[in-house]
């Protein structure tokens, strides 16, 4: 069995700054990326970031330049450094991670999310 637990979430105001973490633990026989997710109400489930196993990232344009994403191989971790934090990032967080479980089996699972929220 594998899970994502996220932490880091909270209430922070406009300009300010909050760090996500994610864990993977579990059967986990490779990871070939890990990344955050993110849910407006009422709204589809976004990409927010994504980094490889080789430490190549990808980030949607609405938080480029004030996000970061980073990975501790060794611990499985992926975080979420989230800076010049505005009202409209206030969304459910979800972590992902493409991982294999076995040579043979490949599959997204996600974390339960973590809620940020920005507000004055």
């Known amino acids: 069995q594998v899970q994502l637990v996220e932490s880091g979430g909270g209430l922070v105001q406009p300009g300010g700054s909050l760090r996500l973490s994610c864990a993977a633990s579990?059967?986990?026989?490779?990871?070939?990326?890990m990344g955050w997710y993110r849910q407006t109400p009422g709204k589809q489930r976004e990409l927010v970031a994504t980094i490889t196993s080789g430490g190549r990232t990808n980030y949607v344009a609405a938080v480029k330049g004030r996000f970061t994403i980073s990975r501790d191989n060794a611990n499985n971790t992926v975080y979420l450094s989230l800076n010049s934090l505005k009202p409209e990032d206030t969304r459910v967080y979800y972590c992902?991670?493409?991982?294999?479980?076995?040579?043979?089996?490949?599959?997204?699972?996600w974390g339960k999310g973590t809620l940020v929220t920005v507000s004055s």
């Open positions: 579990g059967s986990i026989f490779s990871i070939n990326a």
């Open positions: 992902y991670a493409d991982l294999s479980t076995s040579s043979w089996r490949r599959r997204d699972y």
